[in-house]
């Protein structure tokens, strides 16, 4: 039994981790996206939305069907909401009217939201070992960014930031309040219902930035990079999303996001418009570290366990 629990742990992290070194490349390849005249933040989303659904549905022909109860497609349109309409388009918007460095800091938020409200709502104890390997990994990702060359030469737009804002409460209501359902189906099973209601969601938002003329504008390079994003940055990736949440804690799923910025260095350096110093490799440091202390850090189950023992062997 632990055996089998340890190997679902090892494959939560392994998922987790690939999802968001994907999203991190994906910061430098969707600003790229964004960069070009012919894709707007509505197209993109919309692209993203209707490319992972067709793609979604088509993967899980090869999965036994799996029949989701009334009760639960509507908690799974309400994750479609929260974890994918509202996270993306505001993360979108966000990134074409903001700054990376900004968004790339906004982006380090994200384990202490999910922290509160998992503590809030999952009753998880905030333990000292899980706020420091918060802090030590947001510290990390904040340094990387705030030393980088991936700086902008203009600064944040305060929209813009408000959006990236909006879009790590969003996700981290998804981490937190949308586990259990989760939990309950095959990865493959929630996300087609997810980004079925996801592509309704986006398109009264999308049809008028989705004419033949815009197509006929995208370059070569635009179809490159948006199939990237569409493919690797939302299909892939929110297929390991869930394996994740199926055997990790919501706070441990969160603070994987403080790779991102790292990883879109090493982009920028690879492409050779970067160089990789002290700072990055003193960031990849404390963001690793921070992720294996909270990591260690015992859950509520874990500490009721360890109460409900002693007890047990003082009796």
């Not at 202490?112 to 990994?137: C, D, N, Q, R, S």
């Not at 990591?295 to 009721?304: F, P």
Request: hydrophobic share 50%; with cysteine; aromatic share 10%.
């Amino acid at each position: 039994m632990i055996k089998v629990m340890e190997d679902k742990s090892v494959r939560g992290h392994t998922a987790i981790l690939t999802a968001q070194v994907i999203f991190g490349v994906n910061m430098v390849i969707g600003k790229l996206a964004l960069s070009s005249p012919a894709v707007s933040a509505n197209s993109l989303t919309f692209y993203r939305m209707v490319g992972a659904m067709v793609l979604m549905w088509l993967t899980s022909l090869f999965f036994p069907r799996e029949k989701v109860a009334r009760r639960d497609l509507l908690l799974l349109f309400l994750a479609s909401l929260f974890g994918v309409v509202l996270n993306q388009n505001l993360f979108i918007h966000g990134l074409a009217l903001t700054s990376s460095i900004n968004a790339g800091i906004i982006s380090t938020l994200s384990p202490f939201v999910t922290m509160a409200l998992a503590a809030l709502y999952l009753k998880e104890p905030i333990t000292w070992k899980k706020a420091v390997g918060v802090a030590l990994a947001m510290c990390g990702a904040s340094l990387l960014i705030l030393t980088s060359h991936l700086s902008s030469t203009r600064e944040g737009d305060p929209t813009g930031d408000l959006y990236c804002v909006l879009s790590v409460l969003s996700f981290a209501v998804y981490l937190t309040f949308f586990r259990d359902v989760v939990r309950r189906y095959r990865f493959v099973t929630v996300m087609k219902w997810m980004f079925t209601c996801a592509a309704i969601l986006s398109l009264p938002f999308s049809y008028r930035s989705l004419s033949p003329t815009v197509w006929q504008a995208m370059s070569g390079a635009d179809l490159l990079n948006v199939g990237f994003v569409v493919v690797f940055a939302t299909f892939v990736s929110y297929l390991l999303i869930p394996i994740g949440q199926q055997s990790l804690r919501p706070t441990v799923v969160s603070i994987y996001s403080n790779v991102q910025p790292l990883v879109a260095a090493i982009v920028v350096v690879a492409a050779g418009m970067g160089t990789f110093g002290w700072d990055k490799a003193g960031s990849a440091l404390l963001i690793f570290a921070g992720v294996y202390i909270t990591t260690i850090s015992k859950s509520r189950a874990q500490i009721e366990a360890q109460r409900a023992e002693k007890q047990k062997s003082e009796s």
